[in-house]
């Protein structure tokens, strides 16, 4: 049962029941002393989350679609839906900062600001989104974006190149920039494809995934989790692979770069999406500025891989030291029951899990 208000705008949907889609629930496995539950459901394609100061959950979807939640019974499960924005070109990224909401599009970002008051007194009239830059490529193939808000207000976001494997003359294929002052500058470069993108709280250094070329065998080369040392810094694209694959086309160029290496190889086609360190005291201490890595799931190996969220753990210098799964269930066999898409932490400390393929959003939590 629910109520329904709709216009050309706005739609707001206040759900009284949830209808559990159990069996991608159920069939999650999470640590001894974990527990997994249903947070939302009935959501399109949802994939970055943010949180608000007043209690509202944005959420970016690759529909096009900006949803608004909120759990007004505090139950831990969404009971209010917002969608508040639709028909835009991706809507896949979404981040809050002092009181605006912010949403990447493929080729443009949108800020919308005093969003949660709005949405407590909204009426008939559409919530007023600004314009922040449409100065971005407009290719839909690796245009997919992850958005951060740094602490200087300046925003990063990432460009895929257009293609499995090429050169492009837009330098701003293939990076992460930041837009800082009305100005573009380019923080990595030679990053294939970056998904997802976080600062490490113990070296404040960016720690970024990125997407492995495809068409090279199953098992080559693998994804990447890398760290930006310096502004500028160059990780390989499309000269050479992971941890020193040269690439069959471009191996060979004398392109006069100090390449990168990765902090961690992730393994071929798993497809690393979000990343979220974990900076609460919710979870055990030894999870505290540990990383959770969400792991798409391949679309073209023989044998399907990836399909989970994996834990990274780090020493004091910030290298990666170990690697375990956190929650899996999304792959039956080779059937796929989910695909997880981005974590967030929330000021509860518990763990969210947005999946794209389920409809869905996950909530992890201590099971005490």
């Not at 837009?179 to 997802?196: D, M, P, Q, T, Y």
Request: contains cysteine; charged residues 25%; glycine residues 8%.
């Amino acid at each position: 049962m629910g109520l329904i208000m709709k216009n050309k705008f706005l739609v707001i949907l206040t759900l009284f029941h949830f209808s559990l889609h159990s069996i991608e629930v159920n069939n999650l496995v999470v640590p001894n002393g974990f527990k997994a539950s249903l947070f939302a459901n009935n959501l399109d394609a949802p994939r970055q989350i943010a949180e608000g100061d007043k209690g509202y959950i944005f959420v970016g979807s690759k529909k096009g679609i900006v949803y608004a939640l909120k759990d007004n019974d505090k139950n831990g499960q969404i009971d209010d839906v917002k969608i508040i924005f639709d028909g835009l070109n991706d809507s896949s990224g979404v981040a809050y900062s002092n009181g605006s909401l912010f949403i990447a599009e493929i080729d443009k970002v949108w800020r919308v600001d005093n969003i949660e008051d709005n949405l407590d007194s909204f009426s008939d009239e559409p919530l007023k989104k600004t314009l922040v830059t449409d100065d971005l490529p407009s290719d839909q193939w690796h245009g997919r974006k992850w958005i951060m808000i740094d602490e200087d207000g300046s925003i990063v976001l990432n460009v895929g190149a257009p293609c499995n494997v090429c050169l492009k003359e837009d330098e701003r294929y293939a990076t992460i920039i930041r837009l800082k002052e009305n100005r573009w500058i380019i923080e990595a470069r030679g990053v294939r494809n970056s998904v997802g993108f976080d600062i490490n709280p113990t070296n404040g250094k960016l720690y970024f995934t990125d997407n492995g070329r495809d068409w090279m065998g199953d098992s080559m080369p693998s994804c990447e989790l890398n760290v930006l040392e310096e502004s500028g810094d160059f990780f390989g694209f499309p000269y050479l692979h992971a941890s020193g694959v040269k690439d069959p086309e471009f191996g060979n160029y004398d392109h006069g770069y100090e390449i990168k290496k990765p902090v961690l190889d992730l393994g071929p086609h798993v497809a690393p999406t979000g990343i979220e360190f974990y900076t609460s005291n919710t979870f055990p201490p030894e999870y505290k500025n540990n990383a959770f890595i969400t792991l798409h799931g391949s679309w073209n190996s023989s044998k399907k891989v990836g399909y989970k969220v994996i834990r990274v753990t780090f020493d004091d210098a910030g290298n990666a030291i170990s690697v375990t799964d956190f929650v899996t269930g999304f792959l039956d066999d080779q059937k796929v029951l989910g695909r997880p898409a981005a974590p967030l932490m929330l000021s509860d400390g518990s763990l969210l899990i947005s999946d794209d393929h389920a409809n869905a959003i996950y909530r992890i939590s201590p099971s005490l």
